[in-house]
């Protein structure tokens, strides 16, 4: 027997107080140890417990730089997706309420503020009614939960501490390593000491005021667009281009409607440093590397969405041998690693879209497989995503570049338009920026590769033809495909003007 094996064997019976499985030969602690609880550890450990397997999963949150901490859940949950779609939302609102006024709604002040503190309360107390739910379904659905870091001694055995407590070791069949990721800060001067990320933005305990977003992905875009909804004023520094990545067309009209609003672009610009004033507010320097020229402004609050890093540096994966790239953890289509009982999924997959949809069908996807005798991988093409901007974008399927590469550009049609949303007209809001598109094949029934859409509740309307796409989705059945009228999504099916005709895709009217 092999020296780990017998330690493997001594670590079971070490802890044979507790009750014990027979996954394999050896016995161990659990049938599944998950290291992260978040939105792909949660619905993998629950999961597996549905499909009979004993289950321990631990999360453990680190403060930010300036303190900020949370309960279970992970990012979505406590500084993702959902506060950031309540900030939206309170900014669509603001917005809203002009127009209300435009439909005969009797508001008697127009200058209209929000109160920052009562709604990051809200916010915060609908987060905090989240965790009590997570933690309550965990208890209902016996998965042990502890709250510790968890790290590997050897490939079958994780350490871990409770609040300061012994160090304890369980022993796992199977280890999932769930442990998403945190937000990065830039190699300079005062980056840590005076700026903040989106986890701490969501919970930030005075005003933004005059705001310095950093990078120009979808974190960024979508903070300063709540930020300019809510009043504040924010200057977007972009270091190449705006949302990498996405459909470029589409990327740019996003941005030209984010300027329409009053968001600021510094472009091709990087911060050297951060230094705070006698006054409190922030000095920022940077510089402009296609000028060379070096140059400042004063902030109230700096934010960093500079991107997001894998958590893998308190995993000890030596210990287990896994693999990483970068900061990510290299695994095959079914989300093993290069250690064939270790597995990963979520955000700390190296190469995945980093979206909770994906982390939470991947998870349950994988407990099936392990615990159910499923043999479905996760499909991880095709995947919808929104940036939540006060005009949405949504997309999914390739953009046009993608399709030109993959293609060839004599292969595709793309057929697009803009239009005039109706609710639009009595508030007389800006069309300018509302245009979708169709990138599809040029011959037979023209399958559709990507379909994207700036506009009004652009991830609601994504949502159905993302299950249409999958399905095989070709621009025959979208145009046989009746409207629903009056409606922006209907907009796809009545797409009739190529790119490569060089019509005027500007609609006459709503109806015709
Ligand atoms: P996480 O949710 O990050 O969970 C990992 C957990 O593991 C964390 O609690 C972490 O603290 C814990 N942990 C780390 N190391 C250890 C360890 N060693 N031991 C124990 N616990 C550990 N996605 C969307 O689909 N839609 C959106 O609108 C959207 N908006 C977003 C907005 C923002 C601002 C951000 C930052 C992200 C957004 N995302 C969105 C992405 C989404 O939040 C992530 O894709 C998702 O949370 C990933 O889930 P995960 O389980 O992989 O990781
Ligand atoms: P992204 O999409 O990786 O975007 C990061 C942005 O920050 C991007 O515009 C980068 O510019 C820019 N960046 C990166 N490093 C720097 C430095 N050092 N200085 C200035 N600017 C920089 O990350 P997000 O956090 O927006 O989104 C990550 C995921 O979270 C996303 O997929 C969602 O699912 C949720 P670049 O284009 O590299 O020049």
């Not at 079971?12 to 599944?32: M, P, Q």
């Not at 609102?93 to 309360?121: F, T």
Request: proline share 5%.
């Amino acid at each position: 027997m092999s020296l780990w094996k017998l330690l493997q064997v001594s670590s079971a019976i070490r802890s044979s107080a507790r009750s014990a499985s027979y996954l394999g030969k050896v016995k161990y602690d659990y049938d599944l140890v998950v290291l992260g609880g978040g939105s792909a550890g949660l619905a993998c450990a629950k999961e597996a417990v549905d499909n009979g397997a004993r289950v321990l999963c631990f999360d453990y949150v680190k403060p930010t730089p300036v303190g900020t901490k949370w309960g279970l859940g992970g990012t979505c949950v406590n500084v993702g997706c959902i506060p950031k779609k309540l900030m939206h939302q309170a900014s669509l609102l603001g917005e809203a309420v002009h127009e209300a006024v435009a439909y005969g709604w009797n508001v008697n002040d127009q200058n209209i503020k929000p109160d920052w503190q009562k709604l990051v309360k809200s916010v915060q107390n609908h987060i905090k009614s989240v965790n009590w739910v997570t933690r309550v379904d965990l208890r209902d659905k016996k998965v042990e939960y502890v709250n510790s870091m968890g790290a590997f001694v050897d490939p079958h055995t994780i350490e871990y501490s409770v609040k300061g407590g012994p160090k304890q070791q369980a022993t796992a069949e199977y280890v999932v390593v769930a442990v998403g990721g945190r937000p990065r800060y830039p190699p300079i001067l005062g980056a840590t000491e005076f700026g903040i990320t989106s986890d701490d933005i969501f919970s930030y305990d005075r005003e933004p005021g005059r705001t310095l977003v950093v990078g120009a992905g979808y974190v960024g875009l979508e903070c300063a667009c709540f930020l300019k909804g809510l009043g504040y004023d924010p200057t977007v520094m972009v270091r190449s281009i705006v949302l990498r990545g996405f459909d470029r067309q589409m990327s740019e009209l996003l941005e030209a409607m984010m300027s329409e609003r009053g968001v600021q672009f510094l472009h091709t610009t990087i911060p050297s440093s951060v230094e705070r004033q006698g006054d409190g507010r922030l000095l920022v320097k940077y510089r402009n590397t296609t000028t060379e020229k070096e140059d400042s402004d004063v902030f109230d609050t700096v934010l960093w969405a500079i991107g997001r890093k894998g958590l893998i540096e308190d995993l000890n994966l030596p210990a287990a041998g896994v693999e990483t790239k970068n900061d990510k953890i290299v695994v095959d289509s079914t989300e093993a690693t290069n250690v064939p009982h270790i597995f990963a999924v979520g955000d700390i997959i190296h190469g995945r879209p980093e979206l909770s949809p994906v982390a939470i069908l991947s998870g349950r996807l994988l407990a099936r497989r392990l615990f159910a005798g499923s043999k479905q991988l996760m499909d991880y093409a095709d995947v919808a995503t929104t940036v939540f901007t006060p005009l949405e974008y949504s997309c999914v399927g390739m953009s046009e570049e993608m399709a030109i590469q993959t293609h060839g550009p004599d292969n595709i049609e793309v057929f697009h338009g803009y239009y005039k949303p109706t609710e639009f007209f009595i508030p007389r809001k800006s069309v300018r920026h509302c245009y979708l598109k169709a990138v599809a094949e040029i011959t037979g029934d023209q399958k559709i590769l990507g379909l994207h859409y700036i506009g009004p509740v652009a991830g609601e309307v994504i949502q159905g033809f993302a299950a249409a796409l999958k399905s095989g989705l070709t621009v025959k059945t979208l145009l046989n495909t009746v409207g629903i009228h009056p409606t922006t999504a209907e907009e796809f099916t009545r797409l009739s003007i190529t790119k490569r005709s060089g019509r005027d895709p500007t609609p006459a009217s709503c109806c015709s």
